[in-house]
């Protein structure tokens, strides 16, 4: 599984990582801009990112606005609705708008709030198939 891990928080994207990578290869970045690049270029290589994982809450760009900017450049390279990537919001905030815009507006497909147990993610991973 080809994974990327979006926070702005050194200590959270080591936190997702361990808990990953035995699952699969596993990206970091730190900030929007950074994964909307790294997301491009991993599908134009022909290796697009299986899972996002996307804190919602960064300086500049915030997870909102990059969940939307995959979506669109998922739309614009026609990838079918059944092959986008799985994008997971993380929040450390446990709100209701958040979570609407993110499902409604955004196209996330789930999301998970911060503090989380492993066995939380793990759960997610195979809701959706991916381990």
Do not use: W
């Amino acid at each position: 599984m080809n994974i990327l891990i979006v926070d702005d928080l050194l200590n959270n994207r080591k936190l997702l990582r361990d808990h990953l990578k035995p699952y699969g290869n596993c990206d970091m970045v730190s900030n929007g801009m950074e994964a909307i690049e790294m997301f491009e270029a991993e599908l134009v290589d022909g290796t697009p990112y299986d899972l996002i994982l996307l804190d919602i809450m960064m300086p500049e760009l915030n997870g909102q606005d990059v969940l939307k900017e995959i979506r669109r450049i998922e739309r614009n390279h026609n990838i079918p609705e059944d092959n986008k990537t799985i994008i997971i919001m993380v929040t450390a905030v446990d709100s209701n708008q958040n979570i609407l815009k993110a499902f409604y507006q955004g196209g996330c497909n789930d999301y998970i709030v911060k503090p989380f147990m492993k066995e939380d993610l793990i759960k997610k991973l195979q809701l959706f198939k991916l381990i």
